[in-house]
């Protein structure tokens, strides 16, 4: 009979350092709980500074000394993004997972779709991405112990969605991204794979922003009837919330899915193809 490796009892991620860009909200505060909740030390790098402060504060306060870090951080910016990385293995002597997470969300006709808007978003979703997983690739080609990443893109990288081109194609960009970063990883022992989650109701900031009247137009019905929209049209009649994503977040950051790589796990209520 074939003999089971059987999982140990204790906390899966404990003393293992994560870093969550753009943990300061929604899906990446959910995962920064999360990750917590399993035993790592989380270092939270998001623009708003005072929400990653919050975050890191109460992390530290239900867990204790060292398992939440805030950095200060505009994703966009090389040296920032490097001084970051510099602070957390200063602080914890090196990084074991990196979520790279912090987003915009844009909808709008392409004929609406301002130049500006666009090089925004490939600026933080695509340039952003890359600068966190550059300096992440860095320090653990230096470490030579792996690591892993999650790529946190949509699951409209994968589907195509009226009014969404600048957003949904910097989202693709973000899959691709992984997928070649995964072959870059392998030789090095990192993993890295993509969550697809399908809209986030509510606990997402992109949740109060103009999107959310523009994704009702795109679909000719009230801001208030959006839930309900996104509910109906799953196959499992279900929103998704920033927890759901944070659980599929954890199951690529931990050895849980040790022997995947370059992989992409949907989020979305079974939503067919719209
Ligand atoms: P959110 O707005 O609640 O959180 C995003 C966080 O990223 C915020 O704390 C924000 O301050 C931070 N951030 C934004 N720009 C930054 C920058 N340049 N540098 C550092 N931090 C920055 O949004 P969310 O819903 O949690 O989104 C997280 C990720 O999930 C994004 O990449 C988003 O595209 C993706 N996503 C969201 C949804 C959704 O419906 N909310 C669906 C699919 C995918």
Redesign the pocket.
Known sequence: LYKLTLRPPERELAGRVAVI?????????ATAYRLAQEGAHVVI????RE??EAVAADLVSRYGEGRGMAVP????DEAQVAEAFRRTVLAYGGVDIVIN?????HSAPVTETSTADWDRLYH??VR?YFLVAREAFRIWKAQGIGGSMVI?????ALVAGKNTAA?SSA?AAEVHLARCLAEEGGEIGVRVNVV??????R?????DTRWREERARTYGIAPEQLEEYYRQRTTLKVN?Y?ED?AEAILFFASDRSAKTTGGILTVDGGVPAA
């Open positions: 860009t753009g943990g300061a909200s929604g899906i990446g505060r790098l998001d623009i708003n929400g990653a951080c505009d994703v966009t997470n912090a987003g915009i969300a933080v979703l952003g946190v893109a949509s699951k409209n957003y989202k697809c989650p399908d809209a986030v109701i606990g997402s900031s992109i949740w998704v920033p994503v």
